[in-house]
C-alpha cells in the first residue's frame, strides 16, 4: 500500500532496507530477538542491547511521522514509549520494548477509557516547537466544509454544517497553552508496559489542545460507548468521565469532537466507506448538544 501511494521512493526505501537494518545492528550493537513486527509503513524488530530489551523501529518518513522522535523526546517515557536512541536521517528508532499482545482494544469500555484519558493527562506537556498545529487544520477545514457539503450532496443538516464551521473559527485559536499531541490516540496504539501499566506508540506528533484527541477514541468502539440508549446519557456520561479524568475542558472537548468527526464522515462518505460515514456522522449528532 505505501508503495501504491508513495511510488519509487518508497520502493527504494523499501530494497535498501534490509541494508539499512544491518548496519544499525551492527552500529547500536543489538541482536535480533525474536520475529519481526509490520506495520503500514514501518518495521519493528525485537532486539537485545548490552543494557537489556529493546525495540528497533525503522520507517518511512514523510510529514506524518518525521516529528515522532521529537514527540517521544518531549514525554521522555511518561505516558508513552521511551525513546533510547535515533537516527532521523533514516528514521530509525530504539525503542523500550513493550508488550504488543497487549492492547486497550482488549479491555473492557469503561475501563479502557480511563486508562486512555490517565494516559492523555501523561501526555500533557508543553509544545515543542516544529510541529503542524491542529489549530491551522480546524482553519483549513473551516474554509472546505461547505464546498465539500455541496459537493457530496448536502449529507447531514445545514444546522450542523453551519455550527461546525462556526467551532473551526473558533478553535483555530488555542485557548490554552499548545500541548505536544500524540495526534494518532487510539486503543491499538496503547500498549501493555509490564504486567499492569500501559504506554502510547506510534505518535504523529502535533501541537494543540488535547481536546483534539478524542475522536478516534469514540469512533474505534462507538457501538459499545453509545449502546442501546436512546437519550444519548452513556455517551455524555462516559465523554465527561474522560474530560475530567484527562483534564480537559468539557465544552473544548464536544467541539473539538463535532468538528473532527464532520471532517471524518465526509471523508469516509468520499471514499466509498459509508458505514464508518455513519458511525461519524451519529457521533458528531451526539456532539450537537453539547455537555
Same mark, same amino acid.
Given at each position: &500500500? &505505501?508503495?501504491?501511494? +508513495?511510488?519509487?521512493?518508497?520502493?527504494?526505501? *523499501?530494497?535498501?532496507?534490509?541494508?539499512?537494518?544491518? !548496519?544499525?545492528?551492527?552500529?547500536?550493537?543489538?541482536?535480533?530477538?525474536?520475529?519481526?513486527?509490520?506495520?503500514?509503513?514501518?518495521?519493528?524488530?525485537?532486539?537485545?542491547? +548490552?543494557?537489556?530489551?529493546?525495540?528497533?523501529?525503522?520507517?518511512?518518513?514523510?510529514? !506524518?511521522?518525521?516529528?515522532?522522535?521529537?514527540?517521544?523526546?518531549?514525554?521522555?517515557?511518561?505516558?508513552?514509549? %521511551?525513546?533510547?536512541?535515533?537516527?532521523?536521517? *533514516?528514521?530509525? &528508532?530504539?525503542?523500550?520494548?513493550?508488550?504488543?499482545?497487549?492492547?486497550?482494544?482488549?479491555?473492557?469500555?469503561?475501563?479502557?477509557?480511563?486508562?486512555?484519558?490517565?494516559?492523555?493527562?501523561?501526555?500533557?506537556?508543553?509544545?515543542? !516547537?516544529?510541529?503542524?498545529?491542529?489549530?491551522?487544520?480546524?482553519?483549513?477545514?473551516?474554509?472546505?466544509?461547505?464546498?465539500?457539503?455541496?459537493?457530496?450532496?448536502?449529507?447531514?443538516?445545514?444546522?450542523?454544517?453551519?455550527?461546525?464551521?462556526?467551532?473551526?473559527?473558533?478553535?483555530?485559536?488555542?485557548?490554552?497553552?499548545?500541548?505536544?499531541?500524540?495526534? #494518532?490516540?487510539?486503543?491499538?496504539?496503547?500498549?501493555?508496559?509490564?504486567?499492569?501499566?500501559?504506554? %502510547?506508540?506510534?505518535?504523529?506528533?502535533?501541537?494543540?489542545?488535547?481536546?483534539?484527541?478524542?475522536?478516534?477514541?469514540?469512533?474505534?468502539?462507538?457501538?459499545?460507548?453509545?449502546?442501546? #440508549?436512546?437519550?444519548?446519557?452513556?455517551?455524555?456520561?462516559?465523554?465527561?468521565?474522560?474530560?475530567?479524568?484527562?483534564?480537559?475542558?468539557?465544552?473544548?472537548?464536544?467541539?473539538?469532537?463535532?468538528?473532527?468527526?464532520?471532517?471524518?464522515? &465526509?471523508?469516509?462518505? !468520499?471514499?466509498?466507506?459509508?458505514?464508518?460515514?455513519?458511525?461519524?456522522?451519529?457521533?458528531?449528532?451526539?456532539?450537537?448538544?453539547?455537555?
Amino acid at each position: &500500500m &505505501m508503495i501504491a501511494r +508513495e511510488g519509487e521512493p518508497a520502493r527504494r526505501w *523499501v530494497a535498501q532496507l534490509p541494508s539499512t537494518v544491518a !548496519e544499525l545492528l551492527e552500529a547500536w550493537r543489538l541482536r535480533l530477538d525474536g520475529a519481526p513486527l509490520y506495520g503500514m509503513c514501518a518495521v519493528v524488530l525485537r532486539v537485545r542491547t +548490552e543494557e537489556g530489551r529493546g525495540a528497533l523501529k525503522v520507517g518511512w518518513v514523510d510529514d !506524518e511521522t518525521r516529528a515522532e522522535p521529537l514527540g517521544l523526546r518531549a514525554w521522555a517515557g511518561r505516558g508513552a514509549v %521511551a525513546l533510547l536512541r535515533s537516527e532521523e536521517r *533514516v528514521g530509525a &528508532m530504539l525503542l523500550e520494548r513493550l508488550d504488543e499482545r497487549r492492547t486497550l482494544l482488549d479491555v473492557p469500555i469503561d475501563e479502557a477509557l480511563d486508562i486512555a484519558a490517565v494516559i492523555l493527562a501523561e501526555l500533557r506537556v508543553p509544545a515543542v !516547537e516544529g510541529l503542524n498545529n491542529a489549530g491551522d487544520t480546524a482553519a483549513r477545514w473551516g474554509k472546505e466544509f461547505l464546498d465539500d457539503w455541496k459537493r457530496l450532496d448536502r449529507p447531514c443538516s445545514e444546522e450542523m454544517l453551519s455550527r461546525a464551521v462556526e467551532l473551526c473559527e473558533e478553535l483555530a485559536t488555542c485557548a490554552v497553552e499548545p500541548s505536544t499531541l500524540h495526534g #494518532d490516540f487510539h486503543y491499538a496504539n496503547i500498549l501493555g508496559r509490564g504486567e499492569r501499566a500501559w504506554a %502510547a506508540i506510534d505518535p504523529k506528533p502535533l501541537a494543540g489542545d488535547p481536546a483534539y484527541e478524542v475522536v478516534p477514541l469514540l469512533r474505534n468502539r462507538w457501538a459499545e460507548i453509545r449502546g442501546d #440508549d436512546p437519550t444519548g446519557a452513556a455517551v455524555r456520561r462516559r465523554v465527561l468521565r474522560f474530560a475530567e479524568l484527562a483534564s480537559l475542558d468539557p465544552d473544548t472537548t464536544y467541539k473539538w469532537c463535532l468538528v473532527r468527526t464532520v471532517d471524518d464522515a &465526509m471523508w469516509f462518505q !468520499e471514499h466509498g466507506y459509508p458505514d464508518r460515514a455513519e458511525i461519524a456522522w451519529d457521533i458528531a449528532r451526539s456532539m450537537m448538544t453539547g455537555p
